[in-house]
Structure formats: structure tokens, C-alpha cells
């Protein structure tokens, strides 16, 4: 019969508050209680989890069962140690790991992990927070300064046209002309984020992810592959749809670009408890991901593919990107990318009030 998901000692809902992940073990190595963080950073509910063994819900657990039989026999009272542990289908986590030995009640060992890389990804955000508003004001600026002169440009260029007889010379100043149009449309872009209001509303996130999906398969019909990995129970929220339709289309559409139009995209939704966007706590947050089976980012460009005019493909305007980010910060939230030759992810966190 299943177990109940509230834990077995009272006191140990406390434990659902910390950030960290924590995971309470009787002798036999079976759960007694897991927090939040932990079913967040394991992918596995409470219910379960409790009453089976905690190392059999990795490849190898071999580890877990070490630090379990060092604490029966008292050999520590506390000990810190790096484990990898890996769930099936899933990629290894290298995880700081405290072990406190229990007397008994409510378990016989507790096991707190940290991941390694969590500071270091919380310095990076705000490290790239602070590059990349710093370079879409200059952008915006620079676009601003360009704008003015650029119709002048293309006023003389007409009046002097209009003066020629050589229809030659007229060739060069049709050439100014449509130059200053492809340089007007591009300025136009680099203001567009800040010059359209935000339509506020309430948003079902897997319409957004189905309104990408159906744009992308009619414009690669042959060849790319678009599956779905979705969390039902997400609930709605407040935002601007058209922006994040937006957003997730730039993404998933430079994925497609990259690989050709030929390979898998993975669109993946699913919550997040106790996260930190943009330096402040939030209980619950949206954790949205494109993950794709391509090339990969260029190593060169690994940390500027958000800045405006960054581009790693041959004829990519270098905007998609940092739109996205863009309207991903408007809405409160962050987005960052883990590339490796033959899988791209890129992850947004909305938070939830």
C-alpha cells in the first residue's frame, strides 16, 4: 500500500523551507522523508519514494549504501563527501553531500546535498545580467544615434536621384537607398523590445509551447522532429503572450537553424520550487526548456550568444537571442544556455507570485 507524502515526525516539514535538498534514511537504507528541494533535484515525489530505498533510485547507489552502513557503525557523527549519482535516463549530478547520523528517530541517517555548480551559476547570472543590460543600453543608444541621420541619408539620396539622367547613376543612388532601408529595419529591430506596451493576460504556457511547435513543423515540414515533455499540473499565470510565444520561437527556431532543419527538439516544462532569479528568493518558479541534438554553440561565443549582433550562424542577424532575454527579463524572469556538442538546453525560470 502506498505510503502518504506528509512525513513521519511532524518536525520534519521544516525541512521543506531549505533550499538545499535533504533526505532522511531509515537503517535499512529505505526513505523515510524527503524535502521539496530534494524531489525537485532527484525528479521523484515523496509518495514513491518513502518506504523503498533511496540508492536503488540510481544507476549506482553503491555510495549511498557506504555513507548508510559507516553511519550504523558510528564511524562518523558528520561527514562531507562529493558523490555522483546518476538516475536512469538521466545525467550525472555531482553533489556536495553532508551526512549526519541520527539516533533513531525519525531515521537513522540524514543526507543533505548541495549542487557544486548552484553559487557558481547564481554569480554567472548575475555576471551576465549585469553585461547584458549594460550592452542592450549602449545598442539601444547607438540605435537611436544611427536613426536620425539614416533618413537623411536616404532624403538626399532620393533628391539626388531625382536630378540624374543617367540611369546608371541612378543605379548607385537606388544602391544608398536600399541600403539605408535594410539599416532602418534593422534599427527598427534593436528598439522594438522597448517601444511596444506589454499586453498583460492570463497564460497557459503549454499554448504558447503548442503555438512554436506548429509554426516550426510547417516552416521545416521535412526532417525535424518536436517532442513534448510536459507537466500538466502547471497552473497559469500573468504575462504578455505574444512575448513569450515570441521568445520560445526565436529559441526553438535557432536550434532548427543550427541543426538544418534535420534533428530533435525537445520542448519540456515543469516547476521548480525555492528558486533565485535575478538575485531574489521565490517559492515556486516556472522552468521551461528547448533542448536540442545539435552542433552545439560555438565555443568563441559561448558567453556573448545573448548579447545583440552575436551570431554563430553565416547570415543570422544576431537578434533572436537577445530579444528572448529580453522579454524574459520583463517578465521577471532569467534564461541561460548549456551547450555541448550534440545537446543544446536552453532554460528559462518564470517566477510564480
Not at 66 to 86: N, P, Y
Amino acid at each position: 500500500m502506498a505510503q502518504q507524502a506528509k512525513p513521519a515526525v511532524p518536525m520534519l516539514a521544516g525541512l521543506d523551507l531549505l533550499a538545499s535538498a535533504v533526505v532522511v534514511l531509515d537503517a535499512q537504507g529505505n526513505t523515510v522523508y524527503l524535502n521539496q528541494a530534494a524531489e525537485q533535484l532527484f525528479e521523484v515525489s515523496q509518495r514513491i519514494a518513502v518506504g523503498h530505498s533511496f540508492a536503488r533510485l540510481f544507476t549506482d547507489g553503491s555510495a549511498v549504501d557506504t555513507l548508510l552502513l559507516e553511519g550504523l557503525a558510528r564511524s562518523f557523527e558528520e561527514k562531507r563527501t562529493d558523490l555522483t549519482l546518476e538516475r536512469p535516463g538521466r545525467e550525472p549530478q555531482t553533489l556536495l553531500t553532508m551526512a549526519v547520523v541520527l539516533n533513531g528517530a525519525p531515521g537513522a541517517l540524514l543526507l543533505e546535498f548541495r549542487e557544486h555548480d548552484k553559487r557558481w551559476r547564481v554569480d554567472r547570472e548575475e555576471r551576465l545580467l549585469d553585461s547584458a543590460q549594460a550592452n542592450r543600453e549602449l545598442v539601444r543608444n547607438l540605435a537611436h544615434e544611427i536613426k536620425n541621420p539614416l533618413g537623411g541619408i536616404r532624403g538626399a539620396a532620393q533628391l539626388l536621384e531625382s536630378e540624374l539622367n543617367s540611369p546608371a547613376l541612378r543605379e548607385y543612388t537606388q544602391v544608398i537607398i536600399k541600403e539605408a532601408d535594410r539599416l532602418q529595419i534593422l534599427v527598427d529591430r534593436l528598439l522594438a523590445p522597448h517601444r511596444r506596451p506589454r499586453i498583460m493576460g492570463d497564460v497557459n504556457i503549454h499554448e504558447v509551447f503548442e503555438r512554436v511547435r506548429s509554426v516550426l513543423l510547417a516552416e521545416f515540414p521535412q526532417g525535424l522532429e518536436i517532442r513534448r515533455d510536459y507537466d500538466a499540473s502547471l497552473p497559469e499565470f500573468r504575462g504578455d503572450k505574444e512575448q513569450l510565444i515570441q521568445t520560445v520561437l526565436n529559441l526553438a527556431r535557432n536550434a532548427a537553424q543550427a541543426m538544418n532543419g534535420r534533428g530533435e527538439i525537445l520542448l519540456k516544462t515543469r516547476i521548480t520550487r525555492q528558486a533565485t532569479i535575478a538575485k531574489r528568493r521565490w517559492k515556486l518558479a516556472l522552468d521551461l526548456h528547448v533542448i536540442d541534438n545539435g552542433p552545439g554553440v560555438p565555443e568563441e561565443i559561448k558567453d556573448r550568444i545573448f548579447f545583440p549582433l552575436v551570431s554563430g550562424r553565416d547570415g543570422g542577424s544576431g537578434l533572436g537571442l537577445s530579444l528572448a532575454q529580453t522579454f524574459v527579463q520583463q517578465h521577471g524572469g532569467s534564461i541561460e544556455c548549456e551547450s555541448r556538442p550534440g545537446r543544446t538546453d536552453f532554460r528559462i525560470l518564470l517566477p510564480l507570485p
